[in-house]
């Protein structure tokens, strides 16, 4: 009997277990492939950290180079002595020429905001009324 079954094994299928340095095979090329990968991430990290001094010093040169005033929509500097139609304007952000109701809503508007009973400052609300004072009292249309 012993005779029968080694004349069928060279027959019989082969296992499909993988053996123990096929899976070691492989797990070395992982962990190399890996290993390659952080190592290439990290020089690409160190690149950048030393391009990134020159390139933010150019930046910064840049920046200094645009005017202040240019990406504000504020207007620069304090009040007039005597307030004139151009600065009551500017105060309301409407427009000299605008109509009494303009000059209503957008007084409105901006005393909700500056009120001095919510926190606003006094000075403030006093200069948007006389703002608007100033605009009400011309020839309107």
């Given at each position: 009997?012993d ?8 027959y019989t299928l082969?296992?499909?277990?993988t053996?123990d340095?096929?899976?070691d095979?492989?797990?070395?090329g992982t ?8 190592a ?8 950048a ?5 020159p390139?933010g010093q150019?930046i910064t040169?840049?920046a200094?180079?645009?005017p ?8 620069q500097g304090?009040?007039?002595q005597?307030?004139?139609r151009r600065?009551a304007s500017l105060?309301?952000g409407?427009s000299p020429?605008?109509t009494?109701a303009?000059?209503?809503?957008a ?7 500056n009120?001095p009973?919510k926190?606003?400052?006094?000075y ?10 100033l ?7």
């Amino acid at each position: 009997m012993d005779g029968d079954f080694m004349r069928h094994a060279e027959y019989t299928l082969k296992s499909n277990r993988t053996s123990d340095t096929d899976i070691d095979k492989r797990l070395c090329g992982t962990l190399m492939a890996v290993g390659l990968g952080v190592a290439a991430a990290g020089f690409a990290g160190r690149y950048a950290f030393h391009l990134r001094r020159p390139l933010g010093q150019i930046i910064t040169e840049a920046a200094k180079k645009v005017p202040s005033g240019t990406f504000s929509t504020y207007y620069q500097g304090g009040f007039e002595q005597k307030m004139s139609r151009r600065e009551a304007s500017l105060i309301l952000g409407i427009s000299p020429n605008s109509t009494k109701a303009k000059v209503g809503e957008a007084q409105r508007r901006i005393m909700v905001l500056n009120h001095p009973d919510k926190g606003g400052s006094p000075y403030l609300a006093a200069k948007i009324n006389e703002a608007k004072d100033l605009l009400d009292s011309g020839p309107r249309r």
